[in-house]
């Protein structure tokens, strides 16, 4: 089975902080991806990634950004966090190729920046 | 781009009663589209997915099928159990893309 697993299932984090997220993957998948959930919202990609070193900007990358030096290792960062990113960070991961993109999510980290 | 309609939640039924959650969308070429679960303190799992016109879905005793005449893929279970509840986000990709654009989710709660 595909498992994708996040460093932690919830963090607290004080206002202005450095805040690093980190997802692992261990099924070799090319793509990687950072969501983030809210109420009434629902995901919005924030970042994604489709091969070692390579990053490119989702719908709000504002705020983030993103570090991908191995191909199971894909990392969120928030530079300065504030109250707005309190929210459930989700990571996942697809394979390349000519079949459907199939996403495998993992369990989600859920961020309170006080 | 792309975009997807879920009908809002929350959906709520009683146990064994039939459920459908309506989903449509719009998209170039010829779109793969997919049903994920994401039951409560867990990341989002696939349920099931169809990625050509008449192909029907199926998992778990859901199944949804893929109407390219009227761009929707309703989300249907004979029978809900209490272990049903979770939200349900139907999702679409096409034009060759890995990233498929989600539906703001519809919650579903089954009371025993």
């Known amino acids: 089975d595909v498992k994708v697993t996040q460093s932690s299932r919830y963090l607290v984090k004080r206002t202005g902080e450095k805040v690093f997220l980190e997802c692992v993957q261990d099924?070799?998948?090319?793509?990687m991806f950072w969501y983030r959930q809210d109420p009434g919202l629902g995901l919005r990609l924030i970042y994604f990634?489709?091969?070692?070193?390579?990053?490119e900007k989702g719908d709000i990358p504002e705020g983030y950004s993103v570090s991908r030096e191995k191909k199971e290792r894909f990392s969120l960062i928030l530079e300065s966090a504030s109250t707005n990113q309190t929210s459930m960070y989700l990571c996942?991961?697809?394979?390349?190729?000519?079949?459907?993109?199939?996403?495998?999510f993992g369990p989600g980290t859920r961020l309170t920046v006080t | 781009g792309n975009s997807v309609t879920q009908m809002e939640g929350p959906v709520t039924l009683s146990e064994e009663a039939f459920l459908t959650i309506n989903c449509t969308y719009t998209?170039?070429?010829?779109?793969?589209l997919f049903w994920y679960v994401q039951y409560p303190g867990e990341g989002l799992q696939l349920l099931l997915k169809?990625?050509?016109?008449?192909d029907k879905g199926s998992n778990k005793g859901f199944e949804a099928t893929y109407r390219k005449e009227t761009t929707s893929f309703h989300l249907e279970k004979g029978s809900v159990q209490v272990s049903d509840s979770a939200v349900y986000f139907c999702?679409?990709?096409?034009?060759?893309?890995?990233?498929?654009?989600f539906g703001r989710g519809t919650s579903l709660i089954v009371h025993p």
């Open positions: 990634s489709y091969d070692v070193k390579m990053k």
């Open positions: 099924m070799d998948h090319e793509n």
């Open positions: 996942a991961s697809s394979l390349s190729g000519t079949g459907p993109p199939e996403q495998y």
């Open positions: 998209a170039t070429g010829y779109p793969s």
């Open positions: 999702a679409v990709a096409s034009g060759g893309s890995y990233i498929p654009t």
């Open positions: 169809a990625t050509k016109a008449d």
